[in-house]
């Protein structure tokens, strides 16, 4: 029998992996305040973890029952097992169960394991979560191209609060003004400016900041206003038809195999072969072969016509420059002053180019590695936090608190709190009040088991919810 051990108990975690996902992870969650072991069998790897992480580091390998003793197994909350390898991910999930470790999570990048329909079941293996790296980036790769206007909407509060994201160009009515200014202009309803991305940098706002060329502006706003501010900010609502994908791997596949049967979807592979056995199974969409960073290929394959264009190929900066192509040549304001600008989606598996696609003016830069983690880390938060997702293009995060009596949040109006919350990078976004959700303002003071809807830093985490504690 598994243990029912909850999230609010969970202070020790054992990774397996200290690559990628295991990377990104433990510094995420020592940033957060929790106790991180790790095994790893590389060498270069554990040099590099060692100079960037608050976290113990054994070098080993995950299949030798020696290293769990070393890292005291039986004393760990939670194990996460995301090495390359998807036998040693399965398998080291039910050694941990043997060390009576209650929680287990294990990437497992082959779609023919864990699911209910597979013949070997998560249950088989004593996994709690089973992550698919490539399925998670390619469902929201899907749930975007689903999104109309803005670069991306997330959902909140069972769907009244909606987090919109605006990449605001030189023509904006937002451009040079303040958000006091903003505030001012766009009345009539109740709407919160929650985060600004600005190059590498994240700002979550004060009255007095600038809107500048190029900023990406989060707003927070109730479902039924959000027509209302896309017209304010002479955004059309328009519906997606045509998409193009470059790329037909493991991701490139399946957000075609998500989209074709609601749009019509062109995909672009490089590789003749591989071009051939795409074109004989993904029989609702249109294959292509050729090279996706080639404009002549691009608008030949229709580029023209198309309202999104994804490149989710293999290769870091072939998808940064198709997109970076892609979206000069869907700009019909280039050819109509009324036209409209076609988005851009890329799959970026290095960091660092991250920052460099959202600076460069791509419309989404999404990373697997960044996927996985952030449904670990939901996992593991969601006894404490109603819900949390994570805002493209910034490193921030929207969380849901419910809180306590006597906490810090519910002994002040708002405004008051104001400088505590600014200095941690931390703003209320809105709250669940007389069974309705509202936009929190400076007036505002949170009561008791009030559910709160939270936008902070990433590295703020920890601190936003010490103020609900």
């Known amino acids: 029998m598994q243990s029912t051990l909850t999230a609010s108990k969970i202070d020790n975690i054992l990774i397996l992996g200290i690559g990628g996902i295991g990377f990104y992870l ?8 929790y106790t991180v072991t790790a095994i790893e069998s590389n060498p270069k790897l554990i040099r590099e973890a060692n100079d ?15 290293y769990w003793k070393q890292a005291q197994a039986p004393k760990m ?83 009244e609060i909606k987090v919109l994201s605006v990449r605001v160009d030189a023509n904006s009515p937002l451009v040079n003004k303040t958000i006091k200014e903003i ?12 985060a600004i991305a ?11 900041d600038i809107v500048l060329p190029y900023d990406q502006v989060f707003f927070i706003l109730k ?46 592979e490089k590789n003749p072969a591989k071009a051939e056995t795409l074109a004989s199974t993904l029989t609702d969409t249109e294959v292509l072969q050729g090279d996706g960073t080639d404009a002549d290929t691009l608008v030949l394959a229709g580029l023209l016509d198309t309202d999104t264009f ?21 700009n019909r304001t280039n050819r109509d002053p009324k036209g409209s600008q076609g988005k851009t989606i ?59 009596p006597k906490s810090q949040i519910t002994k002040k109006p708002l405004r008051k709190l104001e400088n505590v919350m600014r200095e941690k990078g931390i703003l209320i976004g809105g709250l669940f009040r007389e069974s309705e959700w509202i936009i929190a303002e400076g007036d505002t003071q949170i009561k008791a088991y009030e559910r709160v809807i939270v936008i902070c830093k990433s590295t703020s985490l920890k601190e936003a919810r010490q103020l609900f504690a």
Not at 100 to 125: H, N, P, Q, T, W
Not at 198 to 208: A, C, D, K, M, Y
Not at 238 to 258: F, N, W
Request: hydrophobic share 45%; net charge negative; aromatic share 4%.
């Open 223 to 268: 479902r039924e206003h959000m027509p209302t501010l896309l017209s304010e900010l002479g955004l059309e609502q328009h519906s997606v038809q045509r998409v193009m994908i470059v790329g037909g791997g493991m991701v490139g596949r399946r957000v075609t195999e998500l989209l074709q049967k609601k749009f019509n979807v062109k995909l672009i």
């Open 183 to 194: 505030s001012a202009t766009l009345n009539g309803f109740k709407y919160r400016i929650v």
């Open 26 to 33: 433990a510094k995420r969650l020592t940033q957060e305040g």
């Open 310 to 330: 994804i490149s989710t190929t293999g290769d870091n900066e072939t998808n940064i420059i198709g997109c970076l192509l892609a979206k000069h040549i869907m």
């Open 77 to 159: 909350d939670l194990s996460i097992a995301v090495t390359n390898n998807d036998a040693v991910n399965m398998i080291s999930s039910f050694i941990a169960d043997k060390f009576d470790i209650g929680l287990k999570i294990a990437r497992v990048r082959s779609m023919e394991y864990g699911e209910s329909e597979s013949f070997l079941k998560k249950e088989d293996f004593k996994i709690d979560l089973v992550i698919h790296p490539e399925e998670l980036v390619a469902q929201e790769i899907a749930r975007l191209v689903m999104r109309t206007s803005a670069n991306d909407v997330v959902d909140v509060g069972e769907g």
């Open 346 to 404: 890329a799959l970026v598996n290095k960091e660092d180019y991250l920052v460099l696609a959202a600076t460069i003016g791509l419309d989404v830069a999404l990373n697997t590695k960044i996927s996985a983690a952030n449904e670990i880390l939901k996992f593991i938060r969601r006894s404490e936090l109603l819900s949390v997702a994570h805002l493209h293009g910034v490193d921030a995060e929207v969380v849901e608190f419910v809180a306590s």
């Open 198 to 208: 600005r190059g590498i940098n994240t700002l979550i706002p004060r009255g007095e």
């Open 52 to 66: 960037a992480l608050d976290a113990k580091i054994i070098e080993g390998n995950a299949m030798q029952i020696g």
